[in-house]
């Protein structure tokens, strides 16, 4: 996969590339893995001080795996787009002809991936921490809910993290910019999990319809990334 | 510096004059037929006088909101591309924001009066509120620097993403809201018998507030122009000053 060079840069390629690229360069410099992945466990941790009770932990305990989650997706678009601007390697990539949807389409794919990883890790930490619990049924809507949720935060995540590129002071406009523009993703998909978990009692098919929400979320997004992608590097 | 006129450094002309003082006059009859004049209401008593306030200004930070989706849409399409469409876009935006917050404060003292608490998690209610941060952040991303060209590109296609955030966000509050609320507050909707001087006061404040915006972004856009042109005859004269010292030391 990684030797093939793409003889005509198309999009896959391109992005292919791009996503292989970025995991190669978090599997050298583990950044996820020794500073973002304690950072969210730290932040679980800090949840169960500030709620201090067992029952109420147990009741919010979806919204906080994604809380948790929110709060690394920031810490990780950052880290996605410091790579890219360090030495000038967006504007390099753009004047060579790279293909602004391949970029973004990879960018998207590698911090999906890490996202995956980071959510699987904190949903362990709900079931340890937190007692959650939930079943073979439940655990199908779990991974389709992280599935379509770390989609849609991506999608979203690289598009403004590439508005954000390259200015100054973008480590304290992203959270500005990004939150409220997940708002649905966090609604979605905590109810989806309190139906995962069995939260109060809720059912497991009461969490599918959720699920509509954050398809069409993940859907929109990544449209709008990739047709919008090109323009704001374009400068 | 001298390079402009000195009608370059204004932002007033004889039209936005004309129109600042019949603002003045609507504001002053709309004062008086707010507060003294028209009638209390009959369950919600005094408190309604909020809403000669509030519902305009609520009213006029979409209206100035749809601007800027519409200046940038302007921007961004070829044919009519011009940093003036991104100044619209930009002065509307803070007066916008101005008015949302007038509406968002003056609302939640009523709610306090009327329901007895400041903030309800309707669906509505919600939504304005992100619309709120959501345009505080569109304005710190025009304060990010760059060229001109950079600003506006960067700020028309801010807008348009949130054109799509907005309508997601408030479906799924609603969704939300469905499961979590007992009871939806009883909606404004249901005072639709109005005493003819309360209507008539409120289309005046919806009005007034109207050529308030226009007069606003009016001037706003044309400081902003103002703005723009010194940020460029900054850097000419930059260049020129350079000029001379490297002329002074070749001689």
Redesign the interface.
Request: zero cysteines; hydrophobic letters at 65%; proline letters at 0%.
């Given at each position: 996969m990684s030797n093939s060079v793409p003889g005509s840069a198309g999009v896959i390629a391109t992005a292919r590339l791009i996503a292989a690229k970025d995991l190669r360069v978090e599997r050298r410099s583990r950044v996820l893995l020794n500073q973002v992945l304690p950072f969210a466990l730290i932040v679980m941790v800090m949840f169960a001080f500030a709620l201090d009770s067992d029952a109420v932990l147990e009741r919010v305990a979806p919204g906080l795996v994604w809380l948790a989650t929110l709060f690394s997706v920031l810490v990780m678009v950052s880290r996605s787009f410091a790579v890219e601007t360090g030495d000038g390697a967006l504007d390099q990539l753009r004047s060579a002809g790279v293909p602004a949807t391949g970029i973004f389409i990879g960018k998207m794919l590698a911090l999906m991936v890490q996202l995956m990883v980071l959510v699987a890790l904190l949903v362990g930490a709900a079931v340890v921490l937190y007692r959650a619990h939930f079943s073979w049924a439940g655990g199908v809507l779990l991974v389709t809910t992280a599935t379509a949720a770390t989609c849609g935060l991506a999608a979203v995540g690289t598009l403004y993290g590439g508005l954000a590129a390259g200015a100054k002071g973008r480590e304290t406009l992203l959270p500005l910019l990004l939150l409220p523009v997940v708002a649905p993703v966090l609604i979605g998909a905590t109810r989806a999990t309190e139906s995962a978990f069995g939260t109060n009692g809720i059912a497991i098919s009461e969490g599918w319809p959720w699920l509509g929400l954050l398809v069409v979320f993940a859907v929109l997004f990544s449209v709008a990334g990739a047709v919008a992608f090109g323009p704001l590097l374009d400068e | 510096m001298s390079k402009h006129s000195p009608r370059d450094r204004v932002t007033g002309t004889p039209f936005t004059r004309g129109l600042g003082v019949v603002i003045l006059a609507g504001i002053t009859l709309l004062i008086i037929l707010a507060i003294f004049v028209s009638p209390a209401d009959v369950n919600q008593g005094e408190s309604v006088r909020i809403m000669y306030a509030h519902v305009p200004g609520a009213w006029l930070a979409y209206l100035a909101f749809v601007v800027t989706g519409i200046s940038s849409v302007a921007y961004?399409w070829k044919r009519t591309r011009s940093l003036t469409w991104d100044r619209i876009a930009g002065a509307s935006a803070e007066v916008g924001v101005l008015f949302m917050g007038i509406s968002l404060v003056t609302g939640s003292l009523w709610g306090r009066i009327t329901w007895g608490t400041y903030w309800t998690w309707d669906a509505r209610l919600t939504t304005t509120a992100?619309l709120f941060?959501?345009y505080?952040?569109y304005l710190?991303?025009r304060g990010?620097?760059?060229?001109h060209?950079?600003r506006a590109?960067?700020s028309a296609?801010?807008a348009?993403?949130a054109v799509?955030?907005i309508p997601?966000?408030h479906?799924?509050?609603q969704?939300?809201n469905t499961?979590h609320q007992e009871a939806s507050v009883a909606g404004r909707g249901t005072d639709v018998e109005m005493d003819g001087l309360m209507l008539f006061t409120l289309f005046l404040g919806v009005v007034v507030f109207t050529l308030m915006y226009v007069w606003l972004v009016l001037h706003r856009q044309r400081s902003l122009a103002l703005d723009d042109m010194l940020d460029d005859s900054g850097l000419d004269n930059a260049l020129t000053a350079r000029r001379a010292e490297a002329q002074g030391v070749a001689r």
């Open positions: - | 961004l992100f941060v959501t505080i952040g710190a991303v990010l620097g760059g060229t060209q950079q590109r960067r296609v801010l348009l993403l799509l955030e997601l966000v479906f799924s509050v969704l939300w499961l």
